[in-house]
């Protein structure tokens, strides 16, 4: 049995934190090897958020460690360096903070910006929250206008991360928010950017599947790029919608989520040697990505908390054999007990790939995030952690 609170505290969060913060620039390093090892210092702007409020949402939820929020306090003090003077941010800088990389999503805007309102929520710096909204709204202009962006595709289409993310941050721009105003301003966004989803024929009734790339219109692209399937996106999709079920008694979304873990277990999960796959085609034809059917680090644990949350919900057992199921894979074949933290990239046949345990997408995040939805729903109440 495991205690995912005790697992979180005492060997994941030290991994980083006994590693990875620059104390001399501040901010965190990410590209890890085995034994915590930095192996790179170019700084992945993503990580800078995400781990701001990987640190910031332990303190809040899971225990008052002093080490969480001076961690939290360096990275928060870095965010600066990773903005260019248009507003934007960039998506890799060197350890100083000089630029190295600028791209045209927006993630890193979103990944700050609920960064910056879980640091406000643990420590009342008013100037946090503000800096997180206007995170918020630079991503969310970007979102409403995409003439903002040189395209990237060249075809009549739109993809399923940017609605997806904006769901998750706006609601936890909501659970933050310092007035009744301003949480109901965000609760609206989340109920907004649900219905985008909900009605933007991701979940496609035609293929089966929930697709990363449809017609502007939502309709099926049969071709490659519209048939293909990343099954970790839409686990992580299927609990945001539950969440949004949950919370704003909304029983499509609720059911959408649901739906979502019924029709993409069957395409994502190894049934050979376990766990879930990276890729595939809607119609079963050979996925175009190389990687396809690698195991990586962050699909396990979506697919862990969206079994895991449909069991809780809805009492059916096979939620449960599947929560049961990648748990154990994923402990046996991603944990490593001699050095701490998951590795994170197996081969099909779940051996290891690379012993790296960081790199620029690969951080504190997707995992420490898992152990702490899990430990609340060992303490009875889960949705505290998004209220």
């Known amino acids: ?142 979102y409403d206008n995409p003439s903002l962006n040189p395209p990237k595709l060249h075809i009549k289409a739109k993809a399923h991360s940017p609605v997806m993310i904006m769901i998750a941050t706006s609601r936890s721009m909501a659970e933050c928010a310092p007035t009744v105003e301003e949480k109901a301003q965000f609760c609206a966004y989340a109920r907004k950017f649900t219905e985008e989803f909900l009605n933007g024929g991701f979940i496609s009734e035609e293929v089966n599947a929930v697709l990363e790339t449809v017609g502007v219109d939502g309709s099926f692209i049969n071709t490659p790029l519209g048939r293909t399937v990343n099954p970790g996106h839409g686990l992580e999709t299927a609990w945001f919608l539950i969440v949004e079920g949950l919370l704003e008694n909304n029983e499509k979304a609720l059911y959408a989520g649901k739906k979502i873990i019924d029709i993409t277990m069957p395409i994502g999960l190894d049934t050979n040697n376990g766990g879930i796959i990276s890729f595939t085609d809607a119609l079963g034809k050979p996925p ?59 081969n099909y046949d779940s051996s290891v790939s690379t012993t790296l345990k960081g790199n620029i997408f690969k951080g504190p995040f997707h995992l420490p995030r898992m152990l702490m939805i899990l430990s609340m729903f060992e303490n009875g109440d889960f949705l505290r952690f998004f209220k």
């Open 288 to 346: 175009t990505a190389l990687e396809w059917n690698m195991k990586l680090w962050w699909p396990q644990n979506e697919a862990i908390i969206a079994n895991r949350m449909a069991y809780e919900i809805f009492k059916e057992e096979k939620y449960k054999l599947n929560y049961e199921s990648i748990l154990t894979y994923a402990f046996k074949s991603f944990a490593d007990p001699e050095h701490g933290e998951w590795f994170g990239y197996l």
């Open 1 to 142: 049995m495991i205690n995912f609170k005790d697992y979180l505290t005492k060997d994941i969060l030290p991994f980083w934190l006994n590693n990875a913060i620059d104390e001399e620039n501040g901010g965190i390093f990410t590209q890890l090897e085995r034994n915590g090892t930095v192996y790179g210092t170019e700084k992945s702007v993503w990580f800078q958020g995400r781990a701001l409020w990987v640190f910031s949402k332990a303190y809040n939820y899971i225990e008052k460690n002093d080490a969480y929020l001076y961690a939290a306090k360096k990275i928060y003090e870095f965010l600066p360096q990773c903005t260019d003077t248009d507003g934007r941010m960039f998506f890799t800088v060197a350890k100083e903070g000089a630029p190295i990389q600028k791209r045209r999503y927006y993630f890193s805007e979103t990944f700050a910006a609920i960064g910056c309102a879980q640091y406000f929520k643990a420590t009342g710096d008013m100037s946090a929250w503000d800096n997180a909204k206007k995170y918020y709204f630079t991503a969310k202009n970007c």
